[in-house]
């Protein structure tokens, strides 16, 4: 199983853009599913996206159009560029991996406020 740090979380104000890392302890290359949920405070945790291997993606309706996830398999990382960012969308965000079962990372926050 791998390991998944989040990095690239901060406060930003409505409009703007943040792009997500999801580091991983070793290769990415063959994880069939890899993706984002976030939670916000006081609700429960939302699924955002997903990257398949083979390069299909998938988006939950809130996000679609404005998020777009990819993976870079040779720096075993994975990313969730965030534009048009809406207060909506402040929650804390968890990248994750299936294999034999799921791995999560520890989470980064997303603030969005003016």
């Known amino acids: 199983q791998v390991q998944l740090v989040e990095s690239g979380g901060g406060l930003v104000q409505p409009g703007g853009s943040l792009r997500l890392s999801c580091a991983a302890s070793?290769?990415?290359?063959?994880?069939?599913?890899m993706g984002w949920y976030r939670q916000a405070p006081g609700k429960e945790r939302e699924w955002v996206a997903v990257?398949?291997?083979?390069?299909?993606?998938n988006y939950a309706d809130s996000v679609k159009g404005r998020f777009t996830i990819s993976r870079d398999n040779a720096k075993n990382t994975m990313y969730l560029q965030m534009n048009s960012l809406k207060p909506e969308d402040t929650a804390v965000y968890y990248c994750y991996a299936d294999q034999v079962g799921r791995s999560w990372g520890q989470g980064t926050q997303v603030t969005v406020s003016s």
């Open positions: 990257s398949i291997s083979g390069g299909s993606t």
């Open positions: 070793g290769s990415i290359s063959r994880i069939n599913f």
